[in-house]
């Protein structure tokens, strides 16, 4: 029950499909979640200690946000009255803070106590980020946090998000899609996009870390692509956000590849929101992950010519092919998501790009990527930046 279909859900609330030949409509705003994590800083001088934040009342101890996770057990289930935390603000929008029903303004550690996060590219969380929530069980998805380049490209309509495809974040301005996903958003009149990182369970909105949504400033097509070919070949994009992506435990980059990477024999890992059944399958909530040979373009072409393609078939050497087991595949819908292999030096490196392939999950029948590795001259010459950028520090 592995076939990933890239979807989209209307947050909270009912699924609501546009009219056109888009994807669902996805909800929520940029950092919608309403409790669970730290919101802005605000004033506080009623409370007498100045500046705070504003923090779910659990978080918050003798005025101090704890750091430690002391007395988190259950942060969810409301206290007794008389255990109550001591605190010099009130819960509910009536009281001095001014954070909101069941928020405190809370003294923050200082900086220098709370370990920063630091950047580093292909750096999967194999357990999650806030240790395990799913049980070990839970075949085929992901924990929370644990490919954090993956993104999803929203369409925006007025106040309405609608799922296009998937993309990856390779730099703190740069995410990597595939043309054929957003090219009629190059052209005259087209809507805006944005992209959403740090998202997890689409039906969720008290995740551990909220999700950050970007727009996009500007769309790159490769310029050999050519939407009117249909063969895709050059299907790959740069999209380019307006502003500059905040990393963290959930929202970091896929490191690139170099030109000499192929992948061959390497099992790797296509990562989405996806339905386990080509026609008649049912969505994922929570972010899925297929695992996935990859075999030689060889292999992937003699497979390809006993499908419709015909024995005449010529796989295009900028594509990389992975799969060809009983329902692991990428699908419909999945355009621009990764295909992501680990590395010996223990981190992961990005091989392909969802692009096409014949029906989905059917054996031995191959689904077909963009190899990355072929692009790199064209990536760093829009981005701007050296190729060892984008690769693990030594």
């Given at each position: 029950?592995?076939?990933l279909?890239l ?10 499909y ?15 979640n309403?409790?669970?994590g ?17 923090v ?7 005025n101090?946000?704890?750091?430690d ?5 259950d942060p ?7 255990k ?23 003294i ?8 920063p ?20 069980n839970?075949?085929d ?5 644990e ?7 929203l369409?925006?309509e ?18 990597l ?23 997890w ?9 909220k999700h950050?949504?970007?727009e ?12 009117e070919?249909k ?13 500059e992506?905040?990393?963290g ?13 192929h992948?061959?024999?390497?099992q ?5 929101w ?9 969505y994922s ?33 900028n ?8 329902n ?17 030096d ?7 790009l ?8 059917s054996?031995n029948?191959p ?24 690769w693990?520090?030594?």
């Amino acid at each position: 029950m592995k076939v990933l279909l890239l979807v989209a859900f209307l947050l909270g609330t009912t699924l609501a499909y546009p009219q056109d030949d888009d994807g669902p409509v996805w909800g929520g705003s940029s950092n919608d979640n309403d409790d669970g994590g730290i919101s802005s800083r605000v004033g506080n001088p009623q409370s007498g200690f100045g500046n705070c934040e504003c923090v779910p009342y659990y978080l918050c101890k003798d005025n101090n946000i704890i750091i430690d996770g002391s007395g988190l057990l259950d942060p969810r289930k409301k206290p007794v009255a008389s255990k109550e935390p001591k605190l010099s603000a009130r819960l509910g929008p009536e009281g001095p803070s001014g954070c909101g029903p069941f928020h405190v303004c809370c003294i923050a550690p200082e900086t220098s106590t709370v370990k920063p996060y630091t950047h580093q590219c292909g750096f999967r969380n194999v357990n999650g980020i806030n240790k395990r929530i799913l049980s070990p069980n839970g075949k085929d998805l992901s924990e929370f946090g644990e490919w954090p380049w993956q993104g999803a490209v929203l369409k925006v309509e007025g106040k309405v998000n609608i799922f296009q495809c998937g993309a990856v974040l390779i730099d703190s301005y740069h995410l990597l899609t595939v043309a054929h996903c957003v090219y009629k958003f190059t052209l005259e009149n087209a809507f805006p996009l944005k992209v959403r990182l740090g998202e997890w369970d689409t039906q969720n909105t008290n995740e551990f870390l909220k999700h950050e949504d970007y727009e996009v400033e500007k769309i790159y097509i490769h310029p050999k692509y050519d939407d009117e070919r249909k063969n895709l070949w050059d299907d790959i994009a740069i999209l380019k956000l307006k502003a500059e992506v905040s990393f963290g435990p959930h929202i970091d980059t896929i490191c690139l590849p170099n030109n000499q990477e192929h992948f061959a024999g390497v099992q790797c890992v296509v990562t989405g929101w996806g339905k386990n059944a080509y026609k008649n399958g049912s969505y994922s909530n929570v972010l899925r992950e297929v695992h996935v040979p990859v075999i030689t373009n060889d292999r992937c072409q003699e497979l390809l010519r006993k499908t419709r393609l015909s024995e005449w078939y010529v796989l295009y050497e900028n594509f990389i092919c992975a799969g060809g087991e009983s329902n692991a595949d990428s699908c419909k819908g999945d355009g621009g998501g990764p295909l992501t292999c680990w590395r010996k030096d223990g981190t992961y490196g990005l091989a392909g790009l969802v692009s096409w392939g014949i029906n989905c999950g059917s054996p031995n029948v191959p689904g077909v990527y963009v190899r990355v590795s072929n692009y790199l001259d064209w990536i760093t010459k829009i981005t701007g930046r050296p190729i060892s950028d984008y690769w693990p520090r030594s």
